[in-house]
């Protein structure tokens, strides 16, 4: 029965995926029709051959299916699901005009007598007009589209429909956490409704107000009589020793088996992959989401945002140039050794704040205070102000650091925070940054190292180029000017 509804659900998807797939090829080919045609074709064929549409749907729902956005995932965030639906879209576009200049389609390849169009300032023929059309479309009515299924879902779900209900085996601790954990998200219509004791025998009759079945060896009869969409393992490591034989068990039953592991999530600043090399699976524990196609993208915005800063405050930073020389004796850049992406040691770069020592050394390590009697007129000015960072866009540049992420800091500092602060260390699964998710939320400063750190390691954990744009965008309104910032 369960299977019956997912395939008439998936139908339905499909079917509703393909219509806004027909309506973006159309409102895609009316822009070319009016921007440079503007006539109505005279044979009926045009109207299916023009569009697109008997390319374009099919290569859709391929690309949709090929990022699994067909298969039962109610775990999925509203982040992830139009990510997905804007990625399958532009990789649908690309296909498709590698395929219709495959075909050799007159109607997009062809010599266009009827003129051509202007669009951001580019001349462009009918063809390329309706497909770079196309490609802007596309993607916002798919994404759109998702969001506003996935909503829909979630609002059912919450009001105690569309639910499924499953089976935890685990009564500990780690079977109570799944219980909660999928009662407070309550949008994935996910309910536990019965447990098994993860013993070999029990007495336990309830757990969290929901009946206790039986043990581990009552999981034949259990399974036939209540017939649980789902089966959640939730072994604590001490029974480790069971979970083949369960799984073998569970063989005999047509129903999804999801293993939670018994691990704490603070040993879990990364989201956990699974892949497969040659048959054997490998758990990727503890990985930087920075590596691969993300690092490449967040490199190219460093250079791109490090050249554009440096060419709009070049000026600025002459005039600073020219105060702090003028305002006390002493070099104009001040330089201090950081630690960076995987422990990698370099010379951060300041315009100077402070009055000049011959050796910083004899100066006590730690963050400066409030009205610290070492810092000058000016240096404390341009410190209120974040302009004392700008020669960090230097940084950027090199590859030494990033315009977003934790803020890099002095090597005996971090030889003291990672004893004292469990979990410090997986900071530098990042490359350090000028601007971070925990500046732009005002731990500036001599300000809590404990929650500092815990929106460093959320932003290393939700890691996106999207979240990285969005911080340089509240940079402008909160990383500049701010009460911690001295």
Not at 17 to 38: G, K, P, S, Y
Not at 43 to 64: G, N, Q, Y
């Amino acid at each position: 029965m369960l299977r019956q509804r997912h395939q008439l659900f998936v139908t339905l998807l499909v079917g509703a995926d393909a219509f806004i797939v027909v309506v973006a090829c159309f409102l895609a080919w009316c822009i070319r029709r009016d921007q440079v045609e503007r006539w109505t074709p005279e044979k009926w064929e045009t109207w299916f051959k023009e569009p697109l549409v008997l390319f374009a749907v099919p290569i859709v729902l391929a690309s949709m299916w090929a990022l699994g956005m067909y298969r039962p995932r109610r775990d999925r965030t509203l982040s992830g699901e139009i990510g997905h639906a804007v990625k399958a879209a532009l990789s649908s576009v690309a296909a498709l005009v590698v395929f219709l200049w495959l075909v050799g389609n007159r109607a997009i390849t062809g010599d266009a007598p009827y003129g051509t169009a202007r669009l951001f300032g580019v001349e462009m023929d009918p063809g390329r007009l309706q497909l770079v059309s196309l490609a802007l479309i596309l993607p916002v009515m798919l994404g759109l589209h998702r969001f506003g299924f996935r909503l829909f879902l979630r609002t059912i779900r919450r009001r105690g429909w569309n639910l499924r209900h499953v089976l935890v085996i685990g009564v500990g601790r780690l079977g109570q956490i799944t219980c909660r954990t999928l009662d407070r998200n309550s949008w994935t219509g996910i309910h536990v409704a019965n447990f098994l004791s993860h013993h070999d025998a029990t007495k336990r009759t309830t757990c969290l107000g929901r009946p206790v079945l039986g043990a581990l060896g009552d999981l034949e009869s259990v399974m036939e009589r209540i017939r649980p969409d789902a089966v959640y393992l939730a072994i604590p490591t001490s029974r480790a020793g069971v979970l083949p034989g369960l799984l073998k068990r569970l063989e005999r039953y047509s129903v999804s088996v999801r293993i939670v592991p018994d691990v704490h999530p603070r040993y879990l600043p990364q989201n956990m992959v699974v892949n497969e090399l040659d048959g054997m699976p490998i758990l990727s524990y503890r990985e930087s989401p920075l590596y691969g196609l993300g690092g490449i993208t967040k490199r190219l915005l460093d250079m791109l945002g490090s050249l554009s800063g440096i060419l709009l405050f070049g000026p600025l930073m002459l005039m600073i140039v020219a105060i702090v020389k003028l305002s006390s004796p002493g070099p104009v850049i001040f330089r201090q050794r950081r630690v960076s992406l995987g422990g990698q040691k370099f010379n951060i770069y300041k315009f100077r704040t402070m009055y000049y020592v011959e050796d910083e050394r004899s100066e006590p390590a730690g963050w400066t205070r409030r009205d610290d009697p070492r810092i000058t007129p000016i240096g404390r000015w341009l410190r209120r102000t974040s302009l004392d960072e700008l020669p960090q866009l230097f940084n950027v540049l090199f590859g030494e650091m990033s315009l977003v992420g934790p803020r890099p800091e002095r090597p005996e500092l971090i030889a003291q925070f990672r004893e004292d602060w469990r979990g410090y260390m997986l900071r530098q699964h990042a490359k350090a940054g000028i601007t971070g998710w925990a500046q732009v939320n005002g731990l500036r400063g001599d300000t809590s190292l404990k929650k500092r750190l815990q929106y460093d390691l959320f932003y290393i954990r939700n890691w996106s180029l999207w979240f990285d744009l969005k911080i340089l965008w509240l940079t402008l309104f909160r990383g500049f000017v701010h009460r911690n910032a001295h």
